[in-house]
Each structure stands twice: as C-alpha cells, then as structure tokens.
C-alpha cells in the first residue's frame, strides 16, 4: 500500500511540474520595439516590428519607424531589397523553438537569419524570450552582436 502511496506521489508532482512548464511557455508573437545599442541614437526607441507565426516558423516584418520617416528605402540592402521600403519588410526569418531555456535568457529559437537594415547585412540568430524581453543575438562566424526588444502594449 505505501508503494502504491509513493508512486500516486511521484505522479502527482510530475503532472503538476509539467503543468507549471506548460504555463511558463512564453508567447513570441506580436508587437516588438527596438532599440538602438549603437551609434548617436544609442538607446533611442528605433523600430516596431512584428513577430508572427507562419507553418511552425517565426518571422518578423517592420510595421513602424520611430527614428527614420516612414518611406525610407533600404539603401544598403543588396539584391532583390535594395531601395525597397523598410517598413513592410521581413528582417528575420525561419527561427523555430528550439526547446531549450537558457536560465537568465529564457525560451531559445533559432535555425533562421537576420537582417541589418542599416547595412543589409544578414547574419545567422538566435532569440530567447523571458517574459515581455527578447534578447537577440545575430552572429557572423564566431562574433555576435546582442540587442534587447521589448513588447508593445
């Protein structure tokens, strides 16, 4: 009978903590503000961009500037971007769950690119979310730049 006590026990408390797992779960969509870690507007709100959900992968589209008119073309962007408009435009791509959690960062995704309006540069990403901040990291080769974007209420 204590076996049987002992057992019902451990799976309670494996129901419950999978449960508190399931909650934590952080939702990636939506409306996100960045801002700029460099330069003279260092620490200026610069962007709101939109993180949406398309066949299991996160994407992200520039909805708003708040540093640049709203017509400004992607000058630097090479290709099939050059001197389109920044806003509207997708600046990251592909990033899927990766089931890790980084304990500071939060929930991991990764496996997609992103781009640099500014110098149209894409780089490989990954992105953690705790709460309502990202922390994104673009990397080229074994160096990485990391920025924080905050949710838009």
């Known amino acids: 009978m204590k076996k049987v006590l002992a057992l019902l026990m451990v799976l309670l408390v494996t129901v419950v903590v999978s449960g508190v797992k399931v909650a934590a779960a952080e939702n990636l969509t939506g409306i996100w503000k960045t801002v700029a870690d460099e330069g003279p507007d260092k620490g200026k709100a610069k962007s709101h961009l939109q993180i949406y959900e398309a066949n299991g992968v996160y994407n992200a589209k520039v909805v708003k500037l708040?540093?640049?008119?709203?017509?400004?073309?992607?000058?630097?962007?090479?290709?099939?971007?050059?001197?389109?408009?920044?806003?509207?435009?997708?600046?990251?791509?592909?990033?899927?769950?990766?089931?890790?959690?980084?304990?500071?960062?939060?929930?991991?995704?990764?496996?997609?690119?992103?781009?640099?309006?500014?110098?149209?540069?894409?780089?490989?990403?990954?992105?953690?979310?705790?709460?309502?901040?990202?922390?994104?990291?673009?990397?080229?080769?074994?160096?990485?730049?990391?920025?924080?974007?905050?949710?838009?209420?």
């Open 66 to 153: 708040l540093l640049k008119p709203q017509d400004t073309l992607c000058d630097k962007c090479k290709g099939a971007l050059y001197n389109k408009p920044v806003v509207g435009m997708n600046i990251f791509s592909n990033m899927k769950k990766t089931g890790k959690v980084d304990s500071d960062f939060g929930e991991e995704y990764a496996g997609g690119q992103i781009m640099d309006p500014d110098n149209g540069k894409f780089y490989t990403c990954k992105i953690w979310i705790k709460g309502d901040t990202l922390v994104v990291r673009g990397y080229l080769g074994p160096f990485y730049r990391t920025q924080r974007w905050y949710r838009v209420k």
